[in-house]
């Protein structure tokens, strides 16, 4: 009989070669995720910045973007809550052998990756590649017109939890629609086609979501400054600290009359010392203001 210390020796060591894979495999995928949720968040911004491929600020970024992904899964199961409990009702009232004859069809290899196919392209047309209509925002005239019920959102993000939230679902849900498809061997070669169709629409789908959480959710709050570095601002003159590199520090600049906005960098000496008045929803700063509170759009 194996020494139980023995044994338990060897399952920690086993265990420990496991988690060092395990964390190389999840620093890159946060990593890459951060990546994208970073250089997005400053293409919509309109910040041009000294970052460079390998920046620890990835890493961070993408670890933000995980715990906001995990904390929405609450709201999910809220939203999902009446339902289920809807289809326990129903199950009651309704034959098992309609009910089972439903779900055969349902999880058939071709009903599953058409369904799949179709919710995917709806989620990624309609929804998701929406927030690429969002570029230079700190310096844009207006808001886009189109679409309405985003930039609506962005202006008033209660709402904006609920909406990633969803996002999240959506995603969970084609990957669930997608599994059953990959344990499956006996594929013929069209159902193995819209399979491979439908997980190159997942992966995108994936990664449209930290895509959308940089351009919709990631500091959308700027610390409003009482000077911009070496630069004293005239009266009236409103200033936000915008982003801090390696070599320089950028301000957004806005004139007393509202009318002009500029994107000032400094050299990092002579940005050392920065005074905070406090913080700003950033967009509903530039594009609302209490004797207009609609959404300002472009004609």
Do not use: R
């Given at each position: 009989?194996?020494?139980?210390?023995?044994?338990?020796?060897?399952?920690?060591?086993?265990?420990?070669?496991?988690?060092?894979?395990?964390?190389?495999?999840g620093s890159f995928l946060l990593y890459v995720v951060g990546y994208l949720t970073l250089r997005?968040?400053?293409?919509a911004m309109g910040v041009a910045t000294d970052l460079a491929v390998l920046d620890e600020r990835y890493l961070f970024t993408g670890a933000r973007f995980l715990v906001y992904a995990v904390s929405s899964v609450p709201n999910i199961v809220l939203v999902a809550l009446p339902f289920a409990l809807l289809w326990a009702v129903l199950r009651r009232f309704v034959p098992d052998a309609w009910t089972a004859s439903v779900a055969a069809w349902l999880l058939q290899p071709q009903q599953l990756a058409l369904i799949g196919i179709l919710f995917s392209v709806f989620m990624i047309q309609l929804v998701m590649r929406q927030c690429f209509l969002f570029?230079?925002?700190?310096?844009?005239?207006?808001?886009?017109?189109?679409?309405?019920?985003?930039?609506a959102l962005l202006l008033d993000d209660r709402l904006m939890p609920a909406y990633f939230s969803l996002l999240v679902a959506a995603c969970a849900l084609t990957l669930a629609l997608l599994w059953p498809l990959l344990a499956d061997d006996a594929l013929s070669s069209g159902q193995k086609r819209a399979r491979a169709l439908l997980g190159f629409l997942a992966a995108v789908q994936t990664l449209l979501l930290p895509i959308n959480y940089g351009v919709l959710i990631t500091d959308k709050s700027l610390a409003r400054v009482v000077a911009a570095g070496a630069r004293v601002l005239v009266p009236g003159e409103a200033a936000w600290l915008v982003w801090e590199g390696k070599e320089g520090v950028t301000f957004l600049l806005r004139s007393a009359d509202g009318q002009r906005r500029t994107l000032l960098t400094q050299p990092r000496a002579q940005a050392a010392a920065i005074e905070v008045q406090g913080f700003e929803r950033i967009l509903p700063a530039l594009f609302r203001s209490p004797a207009n509170p609609a959404p300002v759009v472009k004609p």
């Open positions: 009989m194996a020494n139980p210390l023995e044994q338990l020796g060897q399952q920690l060591k086993t265990l420990g070669g496991e988690w060092a894979k395990f964390s190389v495999v997005f968040h400053l293409t570029s230079d925002l700190l310096l844009a005239p207006a808001l886009p017109n189109e679409p309405a019920w985003l930039v």
